[in-house]
């Protein structure tokens, strides 16, 4: 039973454009949701996280958008750079768990 | 900056060996967590551990067994390594308290022959 659902395997977008980048969930005890990014051969980094009570969080080319009735959530990167061709994963927290529910990860890549 | 740190970043074994992979990180973190990647499933979690000595099931613990005797690390056990595990593994550690970030090691791909 999948929690957190990412419908995208990849995503191919040209250099300078938009990227977005979705994630569904089906828990509504989740309280706090990340966005990892992971090269090949690397460990997933931090890129950008929002509260279950907030709706927007900005962050320089990043911004994650969060609509709770939909429990949906999403990731922009403007302008999308061919440095950002990586894995994305989506992550939540239940409340007070300390724990992280990933979804499948989805591939983008940049072309120049 | 914190550094996790994983004992190999490669290993090949054969089915039936014990396999050890070793986690290490330096920011005093109280949690640690293992996880491992196949395509198309994310990543799962394994065993996690909120203290020293304490150590709790994730959603896929079998096959494996985890030990934490010092803070600083975190080793998860294949007891007897099948085709199945296979993966790529991947060690996380955070601070107790109310964040929620975990920082990843750069993982060991375990190919089981």
Redesign the interface.
Known sequence: DQQVKQNSPSLSVQEGRISILNCDYTNSMFDYFLWYKKYPAEGPTFLISISSIKDKNEDGRFTVFLNKSAKHLSLHIVPSQPGDSAVYFCAASPSNTGKLIFGQGTTLQVKP | DVK?TQSS?YLVKRTGEKVFLECVQDMDHE?M?W?RQDP??????IY?S?DVKMKEK?DIPEGYSVSREKKERFSLILESASTNQTSMY?C?S?T?GGT????????T?LTVT
């Open positions: 996790v970043r949690n967590f996880y198309g499933l994310g990543l799962r979690l996690f909120y994730g991947l996380a955070r107790g929620y970030e975990q920082y990843f090691g750069p993982g791909r």
